[in-house]
């Protein structure tokens, strides 16, 4: 079965990801406020998402939804399948509708945060099984930073914790995201950004693939 799914919809489908502490949620509201400066209409959004599963995966990344009597967090493939489950109505909720309209659709995270982060303790084959029916991006937007310079802005930024924060777990990570890009590329575009430049120099850089994106016919 492919594991990829590709759609022609008059909107645009673009996707920033990276480790926690890239700058993602950075790059992802200053892109959207130049191109509605410059009369796109654009949707910003975000996965988990804010629908139903979306929300059960932020209280399960908190630690405040886990297995009973304290017995630690839900398992890797719970996850997994949840994540997966919150991509397909995150698509059908927000995703589609915006780009049936014509929309540029921003989402920061969406399939390579799964082969990334759940495929540092399962099958990435099986986690890109799982998410078959997610349509691919016309442009995914890899902000790459040392694991380190991701710490340091995460203890800049505050606020508690999540569950796949800790250092060791992020220097995973970093290396399942370059094999997921691996796995992908040939299927999609995926391009790596300087996630360590300046923030207006990050924002510059992916304003170059993403206007080349929005001149391209369908
Ligand atoms: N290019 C950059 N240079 C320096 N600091 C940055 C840069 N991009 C983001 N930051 C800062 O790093 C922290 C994490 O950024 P954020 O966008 O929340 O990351 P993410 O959404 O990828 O976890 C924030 O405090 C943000 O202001
Ligand atoms: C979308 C997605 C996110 N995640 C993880 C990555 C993040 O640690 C967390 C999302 O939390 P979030 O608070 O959005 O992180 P950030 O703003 O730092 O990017 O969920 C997965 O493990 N798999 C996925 O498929």
């Not at 759609?7 to 509201?29: C, K, M, N």
């Not at 959207?32 to 410059?38: G, I, N, R």
């Not at 099958?123 to 380190?148: C, I, K, R, Y």
């Amino acid at each position: 079965m492919s594991a990829v799914r590709k759609v022609a919809l008059p909107g645009r489908f673009i996707v920033l990801e990276g480790l926690d502490g890239a700058g993602t949620t950075t790059q992802t509201e200053r892109l959207a406020s130049v191109l509605k400066a410059e009369g796109h209409a654009v949707v910003t959004t975000r996965e988990p998402s804010d629908g139903p599963v979306g929300t059960m995966l932020r209280q399960a990344l908190t630690g405040r939804l886990g297995l009973p009597h304290g017995r630690g967090p839900l398992a890797q493939e719970t996850l997994a399948l949840l994540f997966a489950a919150d991509r397909t109505d995150h698509l059908h909720a927000r995703v589609l509708p915006a780009l049936e309209q014509g929309k540029v659709v921003l989402c920061d995270r969406y399939v390579l945060s799964s082969l990334a982060y759940q495929g540092a303790s399962l099958s990435m084959e099986w986690v890109n099984t799982v998410n078959s029916h997610a349509v691919s991006p016309d442009l995914t937007l890899f902000v790459g930073v040392d694991p380190q310079v991701a710490a340091t802005r995460r203890a800049v930024r505050g606020g508690p914790a999540e569950l796949f924060e800790a250092d060791e777990a992020q220097r995973r990570i970093a290396l399942q995201y370059l094999k997921a890009i691996e796995l992908r590329e040939n299927h999609e575009r995926i391009v790596h950004i300087d996630g360590e430049l300046s923030v207006e120099a990050v924002t510059e850089a992916c304003l170059v693939e993403v206007r080349q994106v929005l001149a391209r016919k369908r």
